[in-house]
Structures are given as C-alpha cells and as structure tokens.
C-alpha cells in the first residue's frame, strides 16, 4: 500500500515538473519611446519593468507575458518636459501610475523572430496591438528585442496637436534568468 502511494506520488511530481513552465526573472530592462516633436526626434526612458515572463518558443500557446511600467518613471533628460508628461495631459501618473502589457496570443515567424497580440493599457485605455520581437537564448539567459508603434490618440496622450506626432516607436529590450 505505502509502495503503491509512493509510486502515485512520484508519478504525480514528475508529471507536474515535466509540463511547467519556468517563471522567469528580469535581470535586465530597457524601455525606450522616441516621438517627433516640431519635426524634431524627442527620446525617453521608463524605469523599473516589472514582468511575469513564462516563455517556451516550443509551446507558445501557453506561453504568457505580462510586464508594466510606472508612468513616474518617465525621463526625457528635460526636468521640464518630465513634469509636463506626468500631468493630466499626458500620463497622468496620479491617476494612472502604470502602463500594462498582457500578451493575448503569439506566432513564430521565422528564426528568432515573432509576433505577439499584446492588449496594452495606458491610462485605463486598453487596444491590442501587435508586436514584433526576437528571442535568444544563452546559456542561462532569455532575451527578447522589440520595436513598435504605437498611436498616442489611441490612448488620450497629449490631446490634439500640429506640433507633436500621433505616431511614438517604443523599443522593450529585456534580459530574463531562465
């Protein structure tokens, strides 16, 4: 009896192991937006990306991906034009102090190259946006490389304007433990 308890226990930790996916941790991040302001590029950082990451390039149907940003870490290396970003115009970062990714779906599309559904949120706006990205992995490492756009009127930033662009390229570069 304990033989038969012991061997169903087995079987269960084994079965439960061989099938999770392993959570990974950031171990480095860089999220950087660039957007044309009087016909000039104008760049920015957040700080901070926090993330649940659970990838497997060979199971991507369970694979999970969600990561935000506070909105108070926004820097533009212009005290001024950071300040102005986090009223209510902008990030209103009282009210809104994060931006969220939650993956929705992915596909491989070649080599290390994919697409991922994302519904994205930025001040309690939520759109699904696609995203292209890379994934490379190192011995006990995953990284992941993107660059997309994104439509800040899609998501009430800045209001209207003839001197800002409606169109931001946001570029996540993530390093994970794996």
């Known amino acids: 009896m304990i033989r038969?308890?012991?061997i169903a226990l087995m079987f269960t930790v084994l079965a439960g192991t061989s099938?999770?996916?392993v959570k990974s941790t950031v171990t480095k991040s860089t999220v950087t937006f660039?957007?044309?302001?009087?016909?000039i590029n104008t760049s920015g950082n957040f700080s901070g990306l926090q993330?649940?990451?659970q990838f497997k390039p060979t199971d991507l149907a369970t694979s999970t991906i969600e990561a935000s940003v506070e909105t108070a870490t926004v820097n533009s290396d212009n005290t001024m034009r950071d300040d102005h970003l986090k009223n209510e115009d902008y990030f209103d970062v009282a009210k809104y102090p994060k931006i969220t990714f939650k993956s929705v779906s992915f596909?491989?599309?070649s080599g290390n190259n994919y697409t991922g559904d994302f519904s994205v949120t930025i001040k309690d706006k939520t759109k699904v946006i696609e995203v292209p990205f890379t994934y490379t992995?190192?011995?006990n490492a995953g990284v992941f490389n993107s660059s997309f756009k994104i439509l800040r009127s899609d998501?009430?930033?800045g209001g209207k304007s003839m001197v800002l662009s409606n169109e931001a390229t946001v570029n996540i570069n993530?390093?994970?433990s794996k």
């Open 34 to 39: 660039k957007i044309k302001n009087l016909g």
């Open 4 to 6: 038969k308890i012991y």
């Open 19 to 21: 099938f999770a996916q």
């Open 137 to 139: 992995e190192t011995d």
């Open 51 to 53: 993330a649940s990451i």
């Open 174 to 176: 993530t390093e994970v």
């Open 107 to 109: 596909k491989h599309k």
């Open 155 to 157: 998501f009430g930033i």
